[in-house]
């Protein structure tokens, strides 16, 4: 176990509909030693040949976006921010390259793609200042989903699960117990499931502080609620800590 926050990044893939808004999100494997078993956005650490890529293409600064994209590949088969990405049959042959251990930034040359890192707009970064096995120090961005059909396939072993779903769906599906969600997860479902629309989430993005949002315990009435700052765009900002990591 270690205090060192890990980089990572995850992107909340958006797409608007006739009966509203999704979002895509995985079901992580039970097996898995971070979020078991838990709905997450696709995401993950920040590697050093995302770092080389951003670089590669004058945006060195940008390296968690190539992260945010080059995961929701691995773990969905979809492939959102690419310029000339608009066959969903090709989300397969990306996504089994990458697996197969194929280099991003050659894959992309290799189909004719470019990242559209201005598609990515930050919407939170969050860091846990609580111990525990891995602790990840994630920017979190919003992006439109890719034209087109995109059908989501989750990353074999990590994954058991990849789809699109209403962020009200899946705060139902939670409030059941049908599925289970880490503190952060539900906090920016919440966020998400009070807008209509791409566009009103977006602007609710640009509207707030993207200064690290770091949870802390204290005591109302006896009880001890995980809180995180008020006045951040986020409807609920506390929970009792006894729900907060297990829900």
């Keep these: 176990m270690t205090d060192e926050a890990i980089p990572a990044a995850t ?7 006739a009966s509203g808004p999704q979002i895509l999100v995985v079901e992580r494997s039970a097996k898995m030693a971070f979020a078991a078993g838990a709905i997450v956005f696709p995401g993950g650490r920040i590697d050093v040949e995302d770092g080389e890529l951003a670089a590669a293409l ?18 969905t088969a979809v492939a959102p921010a690419l310029l000339g990405a608009t066959d969903p049959a090709l989300g397969g042959e990306l996504q089994r ?8 930034a050659g894959l ?4 004719g793609l470019t990242p559209d890192l201005n598609a ?19 920017l979190f961005y919003l992006a439109p989903a890719p034209p087109g059909d995109w059908q989501p ?39 998400l499931a009070q807008h209509p629309s791409l566009g009103a989430a977006l602007s609710d993005a640009r509207a707030h502080s993207l200064d690290t949002i770091i949870p802390w315990v204290e005591e109302f009435d006896g ?8 006045g951040r765009g986020y409807p609920v ?4 800590l006894a729900t907060a990591f297990r829900a």
Excluded: H, Y
């Design 120 to 138: 990515l707009t930050p919407f939170a970064r969050w860091m846990p200042a609580f111990k525990q096995p891995r602790k990840f120090d994630t």
């Design 97 to 104: 390259a990458l697996l197969d251990g194929e280099n991003f």
């Design 58 to 75: 004058g945006r060195p600064e940008d390296a968690a976006r190539i992260t945010a994209i080059r995961e929701t590949i691995e773990e």
């Design 108 to 111: 992309l040359g290799r189909f």
């Design 223 to 230: 009880v001890r609620q995980v809180c995180i700052p008020e």
């Design 237 to 240: 900002t506390s929970e009792p």
């Design 11 to 17: 992107l909340v893939v958006w797409r608007d509909g």
């Design 153 to 191: 396939r989750p990353q074999p072993a990590e994954c058991v699960a990849a789809e699109w779903a209403s962020p009200s769906e899946l705060l139902d599906r939670i409030e059941r117990g049908d599925a289970s969600a880490i503190f952060p997860t539900k906090r920016n479902l919440e966020r």
